[in-house]
């Protein structure tokens, strides 16, 4: 079984809709992110928590929120979206060494 | 965060070794050199991380030299499967800003029959 896992994989919205995209995992690890991916770009952080009671904004968190309801789940809610958050969705966690473990991705599509 | 400048993109033929090196004049004292490897449509995949001189693993290795000011990872007798992008980041293990991983736009390795 995949260490961190994202539901949905695929997932297509209309604009004003709310979504959340989930992400659970089993590392046992304390800290946690969600990156957006756009065709062409690298990674952009939109929030990372350090634990269930931390949680911080990455430099692309406008239009964002996300929860931590414990260790192994951090979802990221989409309030209403917009075409322009259609991109690719990954959450990761963070290893003691550094080394961070990316989920599956989410691909989300605003019409 | 240390900005790291790498070439847009690679071609190689399988077998053959292939460098990719990453230039991070910035580097600060507390840095840590990562690469990941990632495949279309799926999450970058951590490969190696090394502080200094160098670091071999099952995959890779990476060189650095001793001003630190860039890296090089190397990919022995690469195959089809190794067709990706890798990202070279460099980043305090301990920063306060989370351990955020700044990606830049990678290098994108294609290898050939």
């Known amino acids: ?111 | 965060l240390a900005k790291t400048t790498q070439p847009i993109s690679m071609d190689s033929y399988e077998g053959q070794e292939v460098n990719i090196t990453c230039s991070h004049n910035n580097i600060a004292t507390n840095d840590y050199i990562t690469w990941y490897q990632q495949f279309p449509s799926q999450g970058p995949r951590f490969i190696i991380q090394g502080y200094k001189t160098k670091v071999t693993n099952e995959v890779a290795s990476l060189f650095i030299p001793a001003d630190r000011k860039s890296s090089t990872l190397s990919l022995p007798r690469v195959s089809l499967s190794d067709t990706a992008v890798y990202y070279c980041l460099v980043g305090d293990r301990l920063d306060n800003q989370g351990g955020k991983l700044i990606f830049g736009q990678g290098t994108e390795l294609s290898v050939k029959p």
């Not at chain 1, 079984?1 to 004003?16: E, F, L, M, S, Y």
């Not at chain 1, 991916?37 to 990674?43: F, K, S, W």
């Not at chain 1, 917009?82 to 290893?95: D, V």
Request: glycine residues 8%; contains cysteine.
């Open chain 1, 1 to 111: 079984d995949a260490d961190v896992t994202q539901t949905p994989r695929n997932r297509i919205t209309k604009t004003g809709k709310r979504i959340m995209l989930e992400c659970s995992q089993t590392k046992g690890h304390d800290r946690m992110y969600w990156y957006r991916q756009d065709p062409g770009l690298g990674l952009r952080l939109i929030y990372y928590s350090f634990d269930v009671k931390d949680i911080n904004k990455g430099e692309i968190s406008d239009g964002y929120s996300v929860s931590r309801q414990a260790q192994a789940k951090f979802s990221l809610s989409l309030e209403s979206a917009i075409p322009n958050q259609t991109a690719l969705y990954f959450c990761a966690t963070r290893g003691d060494l550094d080394e961070q473990y990316f989920g599956p991705g989410t691909r989300l599509t605003v019409t």
